[in-house]
């Protein structure tokens, strides 16, 4: 038993249809597409694409934080805690966030900004103590 569809007043055999290109089958792209199996594309050294933003652009998220590009090609960090890595000469430790003391988070003074553990963030949250 054969089914059969109708597309637009066309007669379609859909028990024909594989998927697969019958023998003989030309592709339309023969002969256009490049060799891209040694690591060459389309874009020759140099090119950037029209997005592109330089190291030490600032960006602005939805959630309302701020983010500068720290290094090639897509290395960007939380602004707040670059500037308090800068001005205090250190690097934080995986476990340690930059908060901001009064809850606003486009206020980058550096009395705003304290250091604290994961722990604390997680206890100030859930008691509602910022704000």
Known sequence: MTRKAWNKGLHVDLSSNKGQFKKGHIPWNKGLHKDLSHGKGQFR????????????????????????KVADPNKWVPYHRFLYEKEHHCHLKR???????D??????????LMIVTRKEAAIINHEEIAN
């Open 103 to 112: 809850g606003d988070r486009s206020n980058f003074d550096l009395s705003n």
């Open 45 to 68: 050294k140099g090119n950037r694409p029209p997005q592109y933003r330089p190291v030490g652009s600032i960006r602005h998220q939805k959630d309302g934080y701020t983010y500068i």
């Open 95 to 101: 476990g340690q966030l930059v908060i901001f003391l």
